[in-house]
């Protein structure tokens, strides 16, 4: 099968989605052996591009592949841990935040959705425990609290309020208990 699924050398954010939404429907239909599913990833996370859709279409897909990574996924992403460790990072930022901004919105489908991203990051942070990950967590535990350091750009471009900066350091503190407090 992996004839027909091959990644690009340079591909698109765009494409990279789309690429990942063929490559989970083969895996769902069994079209494509878990075996050949690591070294398509691997591919598709060395670049920027390529592992922001991987993350998007993977994360946010209905079917429950996220829930629970196959042992191909967690060794495809530990491949390449600089790209993978910030985006993993910022997913959970990014969708705890949204949470509670659809919650506000009272938009529960919305938030239920973005719950559940945040959970699939988390247990992808979890399965892989990269120290390149636990250095971008205290990278963005440093921004959300003292305003200062790599991540300062990214919470002010996404424009989260205090509440919702509380919410990324509880997600934070939950997901790494040994090296966080929980928020007051």
């Not at 990279?16 to 429907?25: H, K, P």
């Not at 075996?35 to 859709?53: C, F, H, S, Y």
């Not at 990574?69 to 491949?79: F, H, I, Y």
């Not at 993978?84 to 506000?104: G, P």
Request: glycine share 4%; net charge negative; with cysteine.
């Amino acid at each position: 099968m992996t004839g027909s699924l091959t990644v690009p050398d340079s591909i698109s954010f765009e494409a990279a989605i789309t690429f990942t939404q063929t490559l989970l429907t083969h895996l769902d239909t069994g079209e494509v052996a878990e075996k050949e599913v690591q070294p398509l990833i691997e591919d598709l996370v060395q670049t920027m591009n390529g592992a922001r859709g991987f993350f998007v279409a993977y994360l946010t897909d209905e079917r429950p592949l996220a829930d629970n990574p196959s042992p191909a996924v967690v060794a495809a992403l530990k491949a390449h841990p600089e790209p993978v460790a910030s985006l993993l990072i910022k997913n959970l930022a990014m969708s705890t935040a949204m949470s509670l901004a659809h919650q506000r919105q009272q938009a529960e489908d919305l938030a239920q959705s973005s719950q559940r991203v945040s959970q699939c990051s988390v247990t992808l942070i979890q399965r892989l425990a990269l120290p390149e990950i636990q250095a971008e967590a205290e990278q963005l535990w440093q921004s959300l609290t003292t305003e200062t350091g790599t991540y300062v750009d990214f919470l002010h471009r996404w424009g989260y309020d205090a509440a919702q900066k509380q919410q990324i350091q509880a997600a934070l503190a939950q997901t790494f208990p040994a090296h966080f407090p929980t928020p007051e």
